[in-house]
């Protein structure tokens, strides 16, 4: 049992305070923007011309008219929240299906590359004792599809009906979108302010971001700082916005309706240890990077294939370990290393269904994001031949174009669904441990999830 809940605090309306905490974020977000606003300003005065000119090149229309860029931006992310609630609505309707369906096109796209070269006859099949491991990739995507729909295959469907879930969620609660959406543009938009540092602000910042220079403790403390300053910003940005959506839907869950106020109010009540999991997270992501970069050197493939190898464990043990870190902190009102432990023993007691959300949904999700693409390539080749008069290369280019920019919404929804489904596969782990019975999953639907899981509980 939790020692608080957030439901508690919700309906008190009281929620716990970090004054302090707040005003030290207030400090580092404020230097580093500050910073970012000056470096940018610096920049746009050296290269204005240069800028200028280069985007007369490309469009002397939007070279007069830079507002287009507003507006059209402006147009992007309208579209992205339209196309996301869309996404809500498939996958309320069509749960477990869009496994089923997603798992199709891993299969196909895995084989597709090998069969193809057996075919057209590129490499005869009396080769493949030397070519075998080309087909490992669809082996193993084929194995874990037959090992999902025969010995998973209730767990599976109770995922399927967890998607249906977060489609109803993310429809009733639209305040799920936000906090992901403006950490999409704070992650932009921190770059270029990280960029523009290391040029203006921090002697060869650039080139030693390279590893151009040479790099010494007299030039290395300000990078290692702007370094940690701008992991730290991003990521804690990223945390606080995980916290918030995971807020809003733990409370919906408990049967209040909650705002998008509920869900900030939620993450500032324990910010004190997002702060802490967020310097955690640097620490383990520098590691990474110091790791990549001593195997990036190496001269030998072994060293740099272990180096690499460690690289992707240790940011693969971090990830699993804080599965449901933040939704624990949140709900429960843990510390940093408290929710950790918390995480930890919940994964492990549940390390099947977490993998079928990191495989079969993951798969799922991917096919909403995959209609997003195929959605914005239409809509840029229509708009692109009426624009064009009927010139097809224009009309390639302008599809081109508008698919790229697709990653806009489907990288909204897949960070979206989530994060939603993550603490709804919470709730549901902590309805079975007693913690709580009543719950707004809809009775048709609780049928559904107790079966699955009754039918699983007793595989084991």
Request: hydrophobic share 55%; glycine share 10%; aromatic share 14%.
């Amino acid at each position: 049992m939790a020692r608080s809940d957030l439901y508690e605090y919700h309906e008190k309306q009281e929620y716990p305070s970090h004054k302090g905490a707040i005003a030290g974020l207030f400090i580092v977000f404020g230097a580093f923007i500050v910073l970012g606003v000056y470096s940018l300003m610096e920049l746009w005065s050296m290269y204005e011309t240069d800028i200028t000119n280069l985007i007369q090149t490309v469009s002397p229309l939007l070279a007069d008219n830079l507002w287009l860029l507003g507006a059209a931006l402006g147009a992007l992310l309208v579209l992205s929240i339209i196309m996301a609630l869309g996404a809500s609505v498939a996958a309320k309707r069509l749960g477990g299906t869009l496994i089923y369906i997603g798992a199709f096109f891993m299969n196909l796209l895995t084989w597709a590359v090998p069969l193809f070269l057996i075919l057209t006859g590129v490499i005869p099949i009396s080769a493949l004792g030397t070519a075998w491991p080309m087909l490992i990739p669809g082996l193993f995507t084929l194995f874990l599809t037959l090992l999902l729909f025969t010995v998973f295959k209730d767990r599976v469907r109770r995922a399927g009906e967890i998607i249906k879930l977060t489609g109803q969620v993310t429809l009733d609660e639209k305040g799920t979108f936000v906090p992901p959406f403006l950490t999409m543009i704070f992650t932009l938009v921190s770059a270029l302010f990280f960029a523009g540092i290391m040029l203006v602000v921090i002697p060869d910042g650039m080139n030693l971001l390279l590893g151009n220079v040479e790099l010494t403790l007299e030039n290395g403390w300000p990078f290692a700082i702007g370094i940690v300053v701008y992991l730290f910003v991003t990521i804690f940005f990223y945390n606080f916005s995980y916290a918030t959506t995971s807020a809003i839907t733990y409370i919906y869950m408990r049967g209040k309706d909650p705002s998008l106020g509920d869900g900030v109010k939620a993450s500032l009540g324990v910010v004190g240890g997002l702060i802490i999991l967020s310097i955690m997270s640097v620490i383990v992501t520098i590691i990474r990077m110091i790791i990549q970069a001593v195997a990036r050197r190496s001269q030998s493939a072994l060293g740099r294939g272990v180096g690499y190898a460690a690289e992707g464990v240790i940011g693969w043990v971090w990830a699993l370990i804080n599965y449901f870190t933040i939704p624990a902190m949140v709900a429960e009102e843990l510390g940093a290393t408290a929710g950790i432990k918390r995480s930890a023993g919940l994964v492990r007691k549940n390390f099947v269904d977490v993998m079928i959300k990191e495989t079969a949904v993951r798969w799922g999700f991917g096919v909403l994001a995959f209609m997003f693409f195929i959605g914005f390539a239409i809509g840029g080749a229509l708009f692109g031949w009426f624009y064009s008069g009927g010139d097809l290369i224009l009309t390639i280019l302008i599809a081109v174009v508008f698919t790229i920019f697709a990653a806009i919404p489907s990288a909204l929804v897949l960070r979206t669904f989530d994060i939603v489904y993550v603490t709804l596969l919470y709730v549901f782990i902590r309805r079975k441990e007693g913690d709580f019975a009543k719950t707004a999953i809809p009775s048709e639907m609780g049928r559904e999830l107790e079966g699955a899981y009754n039918r699983a509980q007793n595989q084991r």
